[in-house]
């Protein structure tokens, strides 16, 4: 069954350090997303892409926060300098496969990668 | 992928038994409402939704039922097996705020043997 791959599972990094999570999504699905979840809340939609450009993105995603497809599979989501509060767990998701149409298509969720900020 | 939390509200389910988790939604526009699973170590896992336009739906061993009134959805596992232990997420997206999903907190169910 394809499936949504994320890489690294755990990032530690330093404050003010740029970070690059990697998510490879599902093939020839169209929608990415990225989500994150801090320890003990809720998990928080940041971004989706479609057809090479964002298509919404919520409060939580400011300057400091990046996406890019930078070839046919790999889907990134670049924080160029990161926070302690950016400590989460990152998903990553996509939709859509091509022919498949209608109002709500299933998201499919990566595994995540933990992000630690020191 | 744990979505793990201190402040998780946990049911405690004898296996076997039937399970009844619970959400609470915020928006009264939302046109669809998903239930997640996510086990430890993993990412949410699409378990079923439903559409506004009904109030219930059935898939393999789970129901979801949907009160607009209150605002309230429910997932029902029916002869739950120690495989359902996870955490639990309902989440609603509105179509006319694209595809994005908002989650609610979370629910831990535990199956005892």
């Known amino acids: 069954e394809p499936e949504v791959t994320q890489t690294p599972s755990h990032q530690v990094t330093q404050m003010g350090q740029e970070v690059i999570l990697r998510c490879v999504p599902i093939?020839?699905?169209?929608?990415f997303y990225w989500y994150r979840q801090i320890l003990g809340q809720k998990v928080e939609f940041l971004v989706s892409f479609y057809n090479n450009e964002i298509s919404e993105k919520s409060e939580i995603f400011d300057d400091q926060f990046s996406v890019e497809r930078p070839d046919g599979s790999n889907f990134t989501l670049k924080i160029r300098s990161t926070k302690l509060e950016d400590s989460a767990m990152y998903f990553c998701a996509s939709s859509v496969r091509e022919g498949l149409a209608g109002p709500y298509n299933e998201q499919f969720f990566g595994p995540g990668t933990r992000l630690t900020v020191l | 992928g744990e979505s793990v939390g201190l402040h998780l509200p946990t049911l405690s389910v004898q296996e076997g038994d039937n399970s009844i988790i619970n959400c609470a939604y915020s928006n009264s526009a939302s046109d669809y409402f998903i239930w997640y699973k996510q086990e430890s170590g993993k990412g949410p896992q699409f378990i079923i939704d439903?559409?506004?336009?009904?109030d219930k739906r059935q898939g393999q061993r789970v129901t979801v039922l949907l009160n607009k009134t209150v605002k309230h959805l429910s997932l029902q596992i029916a002869a739950t097996q120690p495989g359902d232990s996870a955490v639990y997420f309902c989440?609603?997206?509105?179509?006319?705020?694209?595809?994005?999903?908002?989650f609610g907190g979370g629910t831990r169910v535990l199956v005892k043997p």
């Open positions: 989440a609603e997206n509105m179509q006319a705020a694209g595809n994005k999903l908002t």
């Open positions: 093939s020839n699905h169209l929608y």
């Open positions: 439903i559409r506004s336009n009904m």
